[in-house]
């Protein structure tokens, strides 16, 4: 079966922008800065973005707020040519709880980050809609541990719910997660060795305790 | 004798005794299957601790490429398996002609340049004796290598008990991506050298651009692709390429791999199994990483990479370990890293036995029959509703009626 490129897609998209000689606005969700690196430097040549932190799973909550910070830090030193906002949410980790609730067992990778993809990719497509902005997407697809083809799938169908486009994206593809490493070493990003939640950071091993919220 | 003439004649003492050493090793091995090579060798301590400072002194992914990569390690290692896998061999001390039918032996020219520019006492091994191109199993078991004393001597581990069966005709339409651990699937047998991909040195991002010796010739994985068109592709890649390459960097490569295999294949079924373990001698030899700890990160980003895409990971690690959590001292050569036959063996039935698993559950559901309860429920609900919409719109509404008069 053969799967969507999405970079292709994106490809297109970015001709269209570029033919027409327009900036279009973009609310560009992000879960961290390591991964909005890339993303940031490619899609700021063609959009006025606003960064959209909104990410409920990550735990603990001192943790959302240190990548939070790194991810105000890195808009304010990245050098754009197109404006970059920033839009963050508090923590909000009982969203998350609520939304992967019976899933906890899932293997990461799994339908529970199905679920968790789904939570925040709705946010900010209520978030694009309520700000007027012309697309919305995420940077989650730049990490290969993250389903892309799923990503884009719940996507395209917020983007019909919501009534805001989005912007159909593989961030991995040419080389895009290698180029995060290495904006994230030449900036001094944090770069957390887990996706976020309390699950991931257990299925790793890297805290054998954790509380049930 | 001048001291001059004493310098000058240095080089040449060195490759005299080498040659010397090289035509007895030939000499002793030819047609002796019951005779180890690779105890003449340098031990394998040499070696590491040989790689180890070439590694030490490269800081970029680009030298990557067989300058100084633990394959070097296995270099005679490999070079005796061919010995011990062939049932006859041309005997020379020079360079022989390239055989018409290109087998999948593994290159050793680079590495061996590499290492020779250190000026260790190795012997050249590209002046051993070229295995001819039938690579079929021998009629005997390989004999088992000689266990040389490490630093560290690791406590005997107990017998695995995994499972040795598999079918080889599984395997007949798949292709085997990998290193010089892959090697091993056709030089012992076990596979038929269409179905292997594999190149001494081989990492996941030098799998992309170099070209491999295979029996079609010299060519790169998008050849070959083509030229095999795969039902299923195996990927097992990273034993090279772990002390340096960032977890993050393989898993690219890996995805861009995949993206390439998909491409030129697009039915076929991607399989990637992890990077098998180390032992725990082999781990000592290496300053600076704990090259175990690192192989489980990396096999675990393996195992989410192919969760999120729907692809199977077969934790080959799991089955190969001891309860120590390094390799399994009976499946691994005497460099700590290479396979003996057996592990082979157990790698290849985990395999059939995930990838059969996995296909049975990815299976398209077959329809089922409907029963006749269900099937009568079925039209009297459809009537009743056929009934209702026929009372609905013969129904002719009253101002219509008024309009027509």
């Not at chain 1, 490129?5 to 998209?13: C, F, T």
């Not at chain 2, 005997?91 to 018409?100: D, G, L």
Request: include cysteine; glycine fraction near 6%.
């Amino acid at each position: 079966m053969n799967k969507i490129n999405y970079q292709n897609e994106l490809d297109k998209i970015l001709s269209g922008i570029e033919r027409e000689g327009t900036v279009p606005s973009l609310l560009l969700h992000s879960c961290c800065a390591p991964c909005s690196s890339y993303v940031l430097e490619y899609l700021s040549r063609y959009f006025k973005i606003t960064v959209f932190y909104y990410n409920p799973n990550i735990y603990p909550e001192e943790e959302f707020y240190k990548r939070r910070a790194e991810q105000e830090r890195f808009i304010a030193e990245l050098p754009a040519k197109n404006p970059i906002g920033f839009m963050g949410s508090e923590h909000m980790s009982g969203e998350f709880y609520k939304a992967v609730k019976g899933l906890e067992h899932i293997r990461e990778g799994g339908e529970r980050c199905f679920a968790c993809y789904r939570l925040r990719l709705e946010a900010s497509a209520a978030a694009a809609r309520d700000m007027g902005a012309d697309y919305f997407t995420t940077t989650l697809s730049i990490s290969p541990m993250k389903n892309a083809g799923k990503l884009n799938e719940i996507g395209g169908e917020l983007a019909d719910k919501y009534g805001v486009k989005y912007l159909f994206s593989d961030f991995k593809k040419k080389n895009g997660y290698k180029r995060s490493t290495e904006l994230s070493k030449e900036y001094g990003i944090y770069r957390q060795n887990y996706c976020g939640c309390v699950f991931s950071m257990k299925e790793r091993g890297i805290d054998d305790t954790f509380e049930n919220n | 004798m001048s001291d001059n003439t004493i310098d000058a004649a240095k080089p040449f003492c060195r490759r005299l005794s080498a040659a010397l050493l090289t035509a007895a090793l030939i000499f002793s091995g030819c047609g002796q299957t019951e005779e180890p090579v690779s105890r003449e060798l340098p031990s394998v301590t040499d070696f590491s601790r040989e790689v180890s400072s070439i590694r030490s002194s490269e800081t970029s992914e680009d030298t990557t490429a067989l300058s100084a990569d633990s394959e070097t390690v296995s270099a005679g290692d490999a070079a005796s398996r061919q010995t011990e896998a062939e049932t006859s061999a041309e005997v020379t001390s020079s360079q022989t002609e390239a055989p018409e039918v290109t087998s999948s032996q593994p290159s050793e020219t680079e590495l061996i340049s590499a290492v020779s520019s250190e000026e260790t006492s190795v012997p050249d091994l590209t002046e051993l004796a070229e295995t001819h191109s039938d690579t079929s199993a021998p009629e005997t078991e390989p004999p088992e290598t000689i266990n040389l004393e490490t630093e560290c001597s690791v406590p005997a581990a107990s017998a695995p008990t995994a499972d040795t069966a598999y079918d080889s005709e599984f395997f007949s339409s798949d292709l085997f991506i990998g290193d010089s651990i892959s090697t091993g699937y056709s030089l012992y047998g076990f596979l038929d050298d269409k179905n292997v991909y594999a190149k001494v040195g081989l990492n996941p991002s030098t799998v992309l651009t170099k070209s491999v010796s295979t029996c079609y010739g010299e060519i790169g994985i998008s050849t070959m692709l083509s030229y095999t068109m795969p039902k299923r592709v195996y990927i097992m890649l990273g034993s090279n390429g772990i002390q340096w390459l960032s977890v993050g960097n393989m898993l690219q490569s890996t995805d861009t791999l995949v993206d390439l295999i998909k491409e030129s294949c697009p039915d076929c079924e991607v399989v990637i199994i992890s990077v098998p373990p180390v032992t725990k001698g082999y781990d000592n030899t290496v300053e600076d990483v704990d090259v175990m700890a690192k192989i489980n990160e990396y096999n675990t980003s393996l195992n989410s990479y192919c969760t999120a895409n729907g692809m199977l990971f077969v934790d080959a690690a799991s089955i190969l370990k001891d309860e120590t959590g390094y390799f399994n001292s009976t499946y691994a050569e005497s460099d700590g890293m290479h396979f003996k036959s057996s592990a082979y063996k157990t790698l290849l039935s985990k395999i059939q036995s995930d990838v059969t698993e996995f296909e049975e559950a990815n299976a398209p559901k077959a329809e089922t029959e409907i029963s006749d309860d269900i099937l009568s429920e079925t039209v009297t609900e459809a009537e009743t509703i056929t009934e209702a919409a026929i009372d609905t719109f013969m129904t002719i509404p009253e101002t219509a009626e008024k309009n027509d008069e």
